[in-house]
């Protein structure tokens, strides 16, 4: 076993990690499915961010904050740490970051700020665990690259932490990009970043637009029913989901070929899909969302990660945007604009 000695300094290490919308396949990288007949997603990260600071300290003393000061916890610096309400992923992540580099207890305060409200489905959980990792990759000098990263992160939630959910989103928060991201048994994932023509990009820059529902879910008891459906061998939900990697692939080779004209039919194609996967994915809400942007001039969209509210992104053609979004935001949800983001986590020293 590896083990690290370090000396204070007083500094303060940064990080950064995208959000992301999984334009096709979601819900394919998750367990037992991915193990049993392998999973295919394509996901974009986009310009909002989970943001960590970390100041090293000498006082014997770990402090976690959340969004500023709206939120905090001083805890005696010790090896392990207890569970604390609210708290668990910051307690998650130092857990296994000194039990796996067998560190003594450190000291230090620890700051966490998201763009984006927890719960809306832009993986938001995940790329809080991979800013936070971040900081501490960077602080103690971990020999871990991107593939440990991502793969450490998602084991923090998803085993250690006993979380519900996939691997994508601790993957494209780490890479970024858009990519088209493979699972296998085992946990095995391979990242295959799209190399895209600029044109694309700034294309579907323009006709996607994203839509708050203004409603925040816990993505859980989603997944546990969509795992549900996959030991029970569930024919409608588990050929939803052979449909949903399909979707991935078919938007891969369109975006690959210019094929844009395709998009919001692929996107259509996996929503109605999605919807088979779990009852709870759409509601009555989403449906007219849905349908009147559809109504609009929209060709296709879906809901952005488990369902049940928070974002959806939709495929506006021509001219459309204006109108679509006028129609959709007299529902009383929300605009957000963005951009894609081709870089993943990023760590830095701010002396």
Not at 152 to 162: K, Q, S, W
């Amino acid at each position: 076993m590896l083990s690290f000695l370090f000396t204070f300094e007083p500094m303060i290490i940064r990080s950064k990690a995208p959000l992301r919308i999984g334009l096709a396949g979601g819900g394919t990288d998750v367990s037992p499915y991915s193990d049993i007949y392998g999973g295919a997603i394509l996901n974009a990260t986009i310009d909002l961010y989970a943001y960590a600071s970390l100041e090293p300290t000498d006082i014997g003393k770990i402090e976690f904050v959340i969004d500023g000061h709206s939120k905090s916890v001083v805890l005696d610096s010790k090896k392990e740490l207890e569970s604390v309400p609210g708290f668990e992923l910051f307690i998650g992540v130092y857990n296994r970051v000194v039990k796996q580099f067998n560190l003594s207890a450190l000291s230090f305060r620890l700051t966490s700020h998201i763009e984006a409200p927890q719960g809306s489905g832009l993986g938001t959980s995940s790329t809080i665990v991979v800013s936070l990792l971040g900081a501490f990759v960077e602080w103690l000098k971990l020999p871990l690259g991107k593939y440990d990263i991502a793969h450490l992160a998602f084991e923090i939630e998803r085993v250690d932490l006993a979380m519900a959910g996939g691997k994508q989103d601790q993957y494209a928060a780490t890479f970024g990009g858009i990519n088209y991201l493979e699972f296998l048994e085992n946990d095995k994932v391979i990242v295959n970043p799209l190399q895209l023509k600029p044109s694309i990009i700034y294309e579907l820059e323009f006709n996607l637009l994203l839509y708050f529902t203004d409603t925040q879910r816990l993505s859980a008891s989603i997944i546990n029913e969509q795992v549900k459906n996959v030991q029970e061998k569930n024919i409608k939900s588990v050929e939803a989901m052979h449909n949903l990697k399909e979707q991935a692939q078919q938007m891969k080779k369109a975006l690959l070929s210019g094929e844009l004209n395709k998009f919001g039919e692929i996107l259509h194609f996996g929503w109605q899909n999605k919807k088979q996967m779990a009852h709870s994915i759409s509601n009555g809400q989403v449906d007219k969302v849905y349908s009147t942007a559809m109504e609009n001039g929209a060709t296709g969209g879906k809901i952005s990660g488990a369902g049940g509210g928070g974002f959806m992104f939709f495929y506006c053609p021509g001219v459309t945007k204006i109108k679509v979004s006028r129609a959709i935001e007299a529902l009383g949800g929300k605009i957000q604009s963005f951009k894609f983001s081709q870089q993943g986590l990023v760590t830095w020293i701010s002396q």
